[in-house]
């Protein structure tokens, strides 16, 4: 049974989550502290951790900054509608998606299924087989990335996308067709998911010889993995 921590202040709101979730078939545990996600992530108690942003005794900030120093552990947000900062710092910090608040237990549910098959799959059309370009390594049957001889820490959604551009090296996708591909669905106008992901994967690789990123972008069109 998959494991989820529900971390938010609204008591009304949590229980009513916490009935759905586990009449969806999850284990559904709950705290009103965003420390108790930093100790669930640790000590990897749980598969998956919903965090509410704004909480009066740690936020949901500063809790994924803590947790992404220790753990991969899949982490969706629960924002303030209209909160474009908020979302956008939350991605930027390792989150693997948002929903808006005040949301629907149903949607929040298909969220936490999404997520999970990104984690737990290769992306579309992927086999299990090694895949290398360059000095990329990646292993889909493991989920793991070695770069440059060295483990690559990355999110389970920075993982995909990662794979989905390694497996077209060289070519320029396009966002939809990367939004298609790892995530199973068409990418939605205003959607920039896609974007701060990538920019964060990007960050991690670091830079070529000549100074630029090994993620090509160009604007209006997608990403292309540069290769050696």
Known sequence: MTKVLLIDDDVELTTLLQEYLTEEGYDVATDTDGR????????N???????????????????LQ???????????????RGDDIDRISGLNLGADDYVPKPCSPGELAARLRAILRRVHQPASGASTDVLEVGRLV?????????????ALELTGTEFTLLEVLAR???QLVSKQDISK???????????????????SVR????????????I??????????LVE
């Open 36 to 43: 108790a996600a930093i100790a669930a992530a640790a000590g």
């Open 203 to 214: 960050q991690k690789l670091g830079l070529r010889a000549d100074g630029q990123p090994w």
């Open 168 to 170: 077209n090296a060289g």
């Open 45 to 63: 108690t749980v598969d998956i951790i919903v965090l509410d942003i704004m909480m009066p005794r740690m936020n949901g900030i500063e809790a």
């Open 181 to 199: 591909q790892a995530f199973g669905k068409p990418l939605t106008p205003f959607d920039r998911r896609i974007d701060v992901h990538i920019s």
């Open 138 to 150: 990646i292993f889909p049957g493991k989920r793991t990335v070695e770069w440059r001889g060295e």
């Open 216 to 225: 090509r972008s160009v604007r209006g069109q997608g990403y292309q993995l």
């Open 66 to 80: 803590r947790i992404r120093k220790l753990s991969q552990i899949p982490v969706l947000m629960l924002t303030a």
